[in-house]
């Protein structure tokens, strides 16, 4: 029995096969959704097989089919060549996901076809309104496309990126796309264009110059673009130190005490800079996006890079929102723009942001902008300094009764000093 056992055993080790340096999409661990399922879920459509059948999803399906048909119409390729191709990448397609997939040969193909043209027509319409079909269930309907972007944008809702660019590069070959005198459109690009003003990404000459310092790394799907574009390149990331102190002060705090506050845009997101009193900060704007962004970028680097910047970064955030009154300051100012419904929900939602990720205390990112801002907190003068402006130097009159006063409390003193040289010459 025991030597039965043990060869059951010994073949199921067998047949166990090595990870593959070509996963990158997983799920999402419990820790981090039970915070919030939704923002790991998608909504409307899916997009390979972690999430696929899914009966809230299934609405979608016959408007990928349609996209699908379009595609072959207007391009003119051979659906059997592309049945053919994805079936000899099979195997690699499978070991792009960290979890295995129970689909079958033709099933799996079927779907990364559906859904890889699905995703490369997104784009192009997207891009090219001219392409759009009338009736377009995504590009006619108000708010859809916001909500298409939104599953777009979740780790465990990607496509491996080289599917995308084989069935761009049979769109492209095919000259049909209305390129005008741009010949040199590439995926790339279609991708950014789809992304930059929804998820903060900087202009496309300034992350290409990023991206080039990857070396031989290639992108692995939307959210690795996603991520590259935001975290520094790697001879730019700061230096991660020991973080001594989990508190740093607030927005309002660090007002008390004299700093100034100074929103950016001219770099990147998590960019935050502390010299001379001056906290620069460049603008965040929470949209309906923003938590599915964040949340998943989170999960992708921690998974893919087994790193945190970006939750190092939402530490930092969180500390100095910490009420109503910090997001107040900072909106005033311009750092932060917000469409949730006050500012009580924009705390809530960036202290829920900061559950769920583990802190990393003895690697930590911004370790050097926490001390230099809690060694400017704790210097006493710069709260008098700060005190004194705000209580008696905070207006042109209140300056002007204070010089008044100072110059005759100098003439009293004056007067006082001549009388009392009289009174001496005298004795």
């Known amino acids: 029995m025991e030597e039965s056992h043990a060869k059951n055993l010994k073949n199921k080790l067998k047949g166990i096969s090595p990870i593959s340096s070509e996963c990158c999409i997983y799920r999402i661990p419990k820790r981090l959704r039970d915070v919030n399922e939704k ?9 390979g097989p972690l999430h696929h059948g899914g009966e809230s999803l299934e609405a979608m399906e016959d408007h990928k089919m349609r996209y699908v048909k379009d595609f072959f119409e207007r391009t003119n390729v051979d659906l059997e060549d592309c049945f053919k191709t994805l079936k ?7 070991s792009c996901y960290a979890v295995n997939i129970e689909f079958s040969e033709e099933e799996l193909v079927e779907m990364i076809l559906v859904d890889g043209i699905f995703t490369v027509e997104v784009l192009l319409r997207s891009a090219f309104p001219t392409l759009q079909q009338e009736n377009d269930r995504i590009f006619g309907k108000p708010w859809m496309d916001r909500d298409v972007v939104y599953d777009m944008l979740m780790l465990e809702n990607q496509l491996p990126f080289f599917i995308l ?3 761009y590069s049979l769109a492209h070959a095919s000259n049909t796309i209305p390129l005008e005198n741009d010949m040199g459109l590439s995926l790339i690009k279609l991708t950014h264009s789809f992304f930059e003003e929804k998820v903060y990404i900087r202009p496309l000459e300034e992350v290409s110059n990023k991206l080039s310092q990857y070396s031989g790394a290639r992108i692995q799907h939307f959210v690795d673009y996603i991520l590259k574009c935001h975290r520094p390149s790697p001879s730019e990331l700061p230096p991660k130190r020991k973080l001594d102190t989990l ?28 010299e001379n009193g001056i906290l620069k900060i460049p603008q965040l704007r929470i949209r309906g996006s923003t938590e599915v962004f964040f949340r998943n970028l989170i999960a992708y680097e921690q998974f893919e890079l087994h790193d945190h910047y970006i939750s190092d970064y939402v530490f930092i955030i969180d ?3 910490d009420s109503s009154r910090d997001v107040q300051l900072l909106a005033r100012i311009g750092i932060l723009e917000s469409k949730l419904s006050d500012s009580k929900a924009v705390t809530t939602f960036i202290s829920t942001l900061d559950l769920g990720p583990i802190l990393f205390g003895t690697n930590f990112y911004f370790t050097e902008l926490c001390e230099n801002l809690n060694e400017y907190y704790g210097v006493p003068w710069h709260n008098w300094k700060a005190s004194l402006q705000q209580d ?13 006063a100072t110059i005759l409390l100098v003439l009293t003193l004056a007067q006082a000093g001549l009388s009392l040289a009289n009174i001496t010459d005298s004795d």
């Open 39 to 47: 923002a790991y879920t998608p909504q409307v459509v899916s997009l």
């Open 88 to 94: 000899e990448w099979e195997t690699r397609i499978r």
């Open 165 to 167: 660019e084989y069935f």
């Open 247 to 274: 508190s740093i002060p607030s927005a309002t705090q660090l007002k008390a005490a004299g700093v100034k506050f100074m929103v950016v845009h001219d770099t990147t997101l998590f960019d935050i800079q502390f």
């Open 319 to 321: 500390h100095l929102l």
């Open 392 to 404: 008696y130097l905070s207006s042109p009159w209140a300056i002007l009764a204070i010089t008044i």
